[in-house]
């Protein structure tokens, strides 16, 4: 699995939203239900399925899933 | 110098708020969201609140901002953890000591600024200070307080507030960790209070001398072993005409949380064995439960001794 197909159903669940279609240009903006808690959710989530932590940077960096997908790369998680 | 924003009225939440979405877009909304639960006195009593601690020194706001962003991070960490284990990590209290209190990186960097800022950035916790505003200061009237104790005073944040709703009392902090009484002793100074209050380094867990008509522990009692042993104690230091501001944290993990409460009726058990009564109590959740898992809360517990003055 590519990690948008890994990151799919991690979005859907935290912000109970089945049908959500995740892409690179996804943002808050976009996702109901998406504020500071379930922000913290997403992120631990991600850290859980893929199996590291975040830096500050890391997460300084990341204002949309397209960011979110060059830290997975730069991790070795393979490309979109 | 270091950079500084003029400081008005709502300037320093302003400058507070686009120095956390500036390092960490996102998280940011967690202002917007507490103006719209909270409203404007929540935003009043925050900009007060840093302006005071960081007089709009942006360098200082952003790593306080930082250090509640990781805080608030770590935590979330744990509770994912535990809501599957539903167990504290194993910990002595020696252990959290040497890892958390007496970590100067870890105290000043992380867990002092991120507490402070929980004070009104986390739900529960911003209503359990408007529980003490609410029903606890209001018992503090006619009641004469020369002194009064806090007990682990972590950020100091509890006594300042203590201090300022007792003008005519001076104030004694407890604590084990230095970087603790560094912290509080500076946040009660920019409160001007500085002249009233003094923290001794102790362990908390050991008998205290002396006695006070209003005595303070907030979130003191999760991070012991034995948390009987210290309330018998802080029972001993509360005036018999006195009152008493007891809280704790349960199912809320943390690097140093230790003794588990799964829920109040434990704690009251334990506040009654050590010769307390409750004569008042709130309880708090950080946010609502989405499939019935455990979700951090506060309790928090305004007490007299047992047999004491009505």
Redesign the interface.
Known sequence: MNPIERLTPIFRDVF?APDLVVTSGLK?DDVRN????N???L???I??EFGF?FT?DE??S??NVGDLLKILEARGFGTA | MSPTHPVSAGASLRQFESSLSEQFPYLGRIVERSMETFGPPWAERFDAELRACFGGDSRRVARAARGYAMFSLDAMRLQKKFEKTRRYEPKSYEQASAEVYLNRDYMLDLYLPGILLSHYLWPHHYRQLQFFHDRFVPRLDGLNVPEFFDVGVGTGFYSRNLLAALPGARGRGFDISEHSKAFAERLVAAGGFADRYRVTLADVTARLAGTARVVCSVEVIEHLEDPVRFLKALAGMLDPAGVGFITTALTAPNADHIYLYDDVGEVLEQLEEAGFETVELREEAAYEPRRNEPVPRVAAFIVRRRGGAS
């Open positions: 109970e808050a998406w504020d500071s808690l922000h913290i959710n992120v631990v989530a850290e859980a932590e500050a997460l300084g990341m204002t």
